[in-house]
């Protein structure tokens, strides 16, 4: 749990230690959410980013495709796609 509150033989006895007590559990809390916050966005973005990159490869293969290119030139062309995408780690 995030409060020790009821575990112990401590608690808060006053009005201001009650607001202390309070306002120490509501930072804890908002610093939980910033923390899973950050966590899941990172990896919504990271997701959007490999659709983006699976996306750029269909292109590459319909452009090929579209234009009759052979295979092997075809091939070179989505590995210096992915290739991109490996250096850059997605970052355009």
Excluded: W
């Excluded at 610093?31 to 990159?53: C, K, L, P, Q, W």
Aim: proline share 1%; net charge positive.
């Amino acid at each position: 749990t995030m409060t020790p509150m009821g575990y112990s033989g401590v608690y808060a006895v006053s009005n201001s230690e009650k607001m202390f007590t309070i306002c120490v559990q509501m930072t804890g809390a908002v610093m939980y959410a910033a923390v899973f916050g950050t966590i899941t966005a990172s990896i919504n973005t990271r997701d959007r980013i490999e659709a983006e990159h699976a996306q750029r490869l269909k292109r590459v293969d319909k452009f090929a495709h579209a234009y009759g290119l052979d295979s092997e030139l075809s091939r070179k062309i989505a590995s210096y796609t992915a290739s991109l995408y490996n250096l850059n780690r997605g970052i355009d």
